[in-house]
């Protein structure tokens, strides 16, 4: 069975771009997340979208948004880019919204590069 | 907040050595606590997980205790290979995300 994929696997843009990240979480998962991993840091929490609704966002600012499609499939856009945007996004699907006791499986990632 | 602090690296090891990477938390209620592993050129993989007090976590020869007392979770390996080179990373979840630890990046050497 085919796991989290994203789209694109590498994807370069200058300052004040705008950027659309995808993902296609686990046939049956309804729950995508989404995640950004500063290179040396932990992946810090950016959306939880569940059956096509925001079910939690993080402290990012407002140029970050997303969506969930009838299909479960997910997108991040990022508007406005700047140099500090430059990370490795996660895609993340699990088959609840909750999570404490569900596993999340992960994607490989989408690394932006910001010039 | 929710937060993570695990033990800062890098850890380099010889093989058959004893691996322990150290982690704390602050949370409210009671979190289920993770560790994932991220291997060169791959992405996150839950390596084992203890959703209550007192239990212990395993998988793959790896283990960790959730001590709430101590607010604590570390993970252990009484003997490593060159195939545990990796990025660990100490997580938990309360509801609907996770909180991650900065990451611990372990080397081992034949």
């Known amino acids: 069975d085919a796991g989290v994929t994203q789209s694109p696997t590498h994807l370069i843009k200058t300052r004040g771009q705008h950027v659309t990240l995808r993902c296609s979480p686990i046939s049956g998962h309804k729950s995508v997340s989404w995640y950004q991993q500063v290179l040396g840091q932990g992946p810090q929490f950016i959306f939880q979208y569940y059956e096509k609704e925001e079910r939690g966002r993080g402290n990012f600012p407002d140029r970050f948004s997303a969506r969930q499609f009838p299909n479960y499939s997910s997108e991040l856009n990022v508007n406005a880019l700047l140099l500090g945007d430059s990370a490795l996004y996660l895609c993340?699907?699990?088959?609840?919204?909750?999570?404490?006791?569900?596993?999340?499986?992960f994607g490989p990632g989408t690394r932006l590069t910001v010039l | 907040g929710d937060s993570v602090t695990q033990m800062e690296g890098p850890v380099t090891l010889s093989e058959e050595a004893f691996l322990t990477i150290n982690c704390t938390y602050t949370?409210?209620?009671?979190?289920?606590l993770f560790w994932y592993v991220q291997y060169p050129g791959e992405g996150l993989q839950l390596l084992l997980k203890a959703t209550k007090a007192d239990d212990k976590g395993s998988n793959k020869g790896f283990e960790a205790t959730y001590r709430k007392e101590t607010t604590s979770f570390h993970l252990e390996k009484g003997s490593v290979q060159v195939s545990d080179s990796a990025v660990y990373f100490c997580?938990?979840?309360?509801?609907?995300?996770?909180?991650f630890g900065a990451g611990t990046t372990v080397t081992v050497r034949a």
């Open positions: 949370a409210t209620g009671y979190p289920s």
């Open positions: 993340a699907s699990s088959g609840t919204s909750g999570i404490r006791f569900a596993e999340q499986f």
């Open positions: 997580a938990l979840s309360n509801d609907y995300k996770l909180s």
